[in-house]
């Protein structure tokens, strides 16, 4: 049973507008989060990650937000860039070891 | 720092061939994982180190074997490959417990495998 789930596959936006990806997990011990951005042909490169003592963690135009009630996490990119035009992949973790990861959204920023 | 390599970048195999796909990390972190990605589906964990001479079995480890005799390597062996192990492997690592986000994980290239 997937216990990291990114329920949109596929997002387009405008560039310049706001990505908004989702990401929803059902394991309450999860506590340590993570986003990934992954290019065709190459390994995930990442992003940024929170862990459960914060609700938000910010690097650049990249922002983090966690709902632990909701086991909810999302990830917003402003503003978007043609360059942003990836896989996105969320995990989490209970221990910081082991991580399940999302299927994934793959993101199209349209000029 | 070239962070994590992987080799070879792409294989082929028969039923029944072994082979080991490298993995190396000059970070000085003292985790490393490995995980395979299949079409449509995230990333799973087959096996992973949290140090040297200490390997434990993540989600998919059936099929594989590893071994983490320092902290830079961590090999990952089929010993009898099967077209169900045909995937793209990654290679990870992250600082492990310690100061910081240490739970962040740091991915090679992959390997892409074929097994016929």
């Known amino acids: 049973d997937q216990q990291v789930k990114q329920n949109s596959p596929s997002l387009s936006v405008q560039e310049g507008r706001i990505s908004i990806l989702n990401c929803d997990y059902t394991?309450?011990?999860?506590?340590?989060f993570l986003w990934y951005k992954k290019y065709p042909a190459e390994g995930p490169t990442f992003l940024i990650s929170?862990?459960?003592?914060?609700d938000k963690n910010e690097d650049g135009r990249f922002t983090v937000f966690l709902n632990k009630s909701a086991k909810h996490l999302s990830l917003h990119i402003v503003p978007s860039q043609p360059g942003d035009s990836a896989v996105y992949f969320c995990?989490?973790?209970?221990?910081?070891?082991?991580?399940?990861f999302g299927t994934g959204t793959s993101l199209t920023v349209i000029p | 720092n070239a962070g994590v390599t992987q080799t070879p970048k792409f294989q082929v195999l028969k039923t029944g061939q072994s082979m080991t796909l490298q993995c190396a990390q000059d970070?000085?972190?003292?985790?490393m994982s490995w995980y395979r990605q299949d079409p449509g589906m995230g990333l799973r964990l087959i096996h992973y180190?949290?140090?040297?001479?200490?390997?434990d079995q993540g989600e998919v480890p059936n099929g594989y074997n590893v071994s983490r005799s320092t902290t830079e390597d961590f090999p990952l062996r089929l010993l009898s490959a099967a077209p169900s192990q045909t995937s793209v492997y990654f290679c990870?690592?992250?600082?492990?417990?310690?100061?910081?986000?240490?739970?962040?994980?740091?991915f090679g290239p992959g390997t892409r495998l074929l097994v016929l």
């Open positions: 990870a690592s992250s600082q492990g417990a310690g100061g910081g986000e240490w739970w962040t994980q740091y």
């Open positions: 394991n309450s011990m999860f506590d340590y």
């Open positions: 929170i862990s459960s003592i914060k």
């Open positions: 995990a989490a973790s209970a221990t910081g070891n082991q991580f399940y």
């Open positions: 970070m000085n972190h003292e985790y």
């Open positions: 180190s949290v140090g040297a001479g200490i390997t």
